[in-house]
């Protein structure tokens, strides 16, 4: 079994709620967070030198870093995968990529036999991860949702959204709702334990993202997203 990287940084910004956390292998060492409406992401690099600093650690004192890299804000992904991957490299550590979904499951207190994490995508729409491989996720439309074959749980901004769509008794709202750096932290370290497949490091977009190149185009979503609806 591989060693667990502790102590382990945790990193979440794809959200409004963005959050840092220091986990030791006997507890929280320390916590950061900062609610708002857009670029919370830009105050990572001070949440964690504050933490750092209260805990009497440097960056090469860290075991590893663990960060969300989707699916979530485009702006809050980007700035916070690449603050992880250069404070990792720059450190020499390692740098364990999370999903939302996995962060979501690992904030619940126990396991749920079948869990399915719903994102608000807006516009009548829902992005849904019914288990599966981390970067699975499936485009849907609350008038048309999937419907799962028994009892099944929500996560994420949009399982009551989802739940209330399904209609059904045997759909029930979890209370992990948006993701935060402990769920994070702990589905990093299952992930260097080798209880959680591989993940590429890349944000994990479903819809292509917004942002114009110098000619007008579009930026396409990197390789390891599902395609955009029609």
Do not use: K
């Not at 114009?212 to 395609?227: E, F, M, Q």
């Amino acid at each position: 079994m591989p060693s667990l990287p502790f102590p382990l940084l945790a990193l979440e910004a794809s959200s409004h709620l963005c959050s840092a956390l220091l986990l030791a292998e006997d507890g929280v060492l320390g916590l950061a967070e900062r609610s708002g409406q857009t670029g919370e992401a830009a105050f990572l690099p001070r949440m964690v030198a504050d933490l750092l600093a209260e805990a009497g650690l440097q960056a090469g004192d860290l075991g590893a870093v663990a960060v969300n890299v989707g699916p979530g804000s485009f702006t809050g992904l980007r700035a916070s995968i690449a603050f992880a991957s250069g404070l990792a490299t720059g450190a020499g550590r390692l740098l364990i990529p999370v999903t939302t979904a996995e962060a979501l499951a690992f904030a619940l207190p126990e396991p749920h036999p079948l869990l399915w994490c719903a994102l608000d995508a807006r516009q009548g729409r829902i992005f849904i991860h019914r288990g599966g491989a981390p970067t699975d996720w499936t485009v849907a439309l609350l008038a048309d949702p999937p419907h799962p074959p028994g009892p099944v749980a929500l996560t994420g901004d949009g399982a009551t959204s989802l739940a209330e769509a399904l209609g059904r008794p045997d759909i029930s709202v979890t209370s992990a709702r948006l993701p935060h750096a402990e769920g994070v932290a702990r589905a990093g370290v299952a992930r260097a334990a080798g209880r959680l497949g591989p993940l590429a490091a890349l944000p994990l977009y479903i819809d292509p993202p917004r942002a114009l190149l110098p000619r007008g185009g579009l930026r396409p979503p990197p390789t390891n997203a599902p395609p955009a609806p029609p």
